[in-house]
């Protein structure tokens, strides 16, 4: 297994991976392969720029050339909230979990956050039904600051968001 920045050279293989989760665990994420299909491949390209200083970037896992899981890194621009990223997207293959995969492209982010002057604090969101997320993130550090209640609506559903974060350092 190693583990790099997606470039645009990976975009289709990114779209298709990501596509393909929302597909089968739609209860993982806030957006939908309805409203992410129809997005042109151009914007799949912009999120995996190899821009020397993106707003977000993602890491991807690779297994014999074969991409399984995916985490993405969002920098905050605005001049009182840059010293925040966000960590989003982390997902994996069902095959590939229990690996120390996903604990992987966790600590690359946080490297990555780390090696960004004026990073601080990563920041993210995780569905509060997900146990196994909510456990790998409180032992890479994060720490709940707050459950925002009715935070999605599936079907006729609700659903609760834990916030959580972390330093960098």
Request: charged share 20%; with cysteine.
């Amino acid at each position: 297994m190693h583990i790099s920045r997606l470039t645009p050279a990976h975009a289709a293989a990114y779209r298709a991976f990501m596509l393909q989760t929302y597909a089968d665990e739609p209860e993982g994420f806030t957006a939908t392969v309805a409203e992410r299909a129809p997005l042109p491949l151009a914007w799949w390209t912009a999120r995996v720029s190899d821009e020397p200083d993106p707003a977000e970037l993602v890491y991807g896992a690779f297994v014999d050339a074969r991409l399984v899981g995916v985490a993405g890194l969002r920098f905050e621009r605005r001049e009182r909230t840059r010293h925040k990223a966000s960590l989003f997207g982390l997902c994996m293959l069902p095959s590939f979990r229990g690996q120390g995969i996903a604990r992987a492209l966790v600590e690359q982010v946080l490297t990555q956050a780390r090696s960004t002057p004026g990073t601080c604090v990563v920041q993210l969101k995780v569905m509060a039904s997900n146990v196994p997320a909510l456990q790998l993130y409180e032992s890479c550090g994060f720490r709940p600051y707050g459950t925002e209640p009715y935070a999605i609506k599936m079907d006729e559903a609700f659903v609760s968001v834990v916030h959580m974060w972390r330093t960098v350092d």
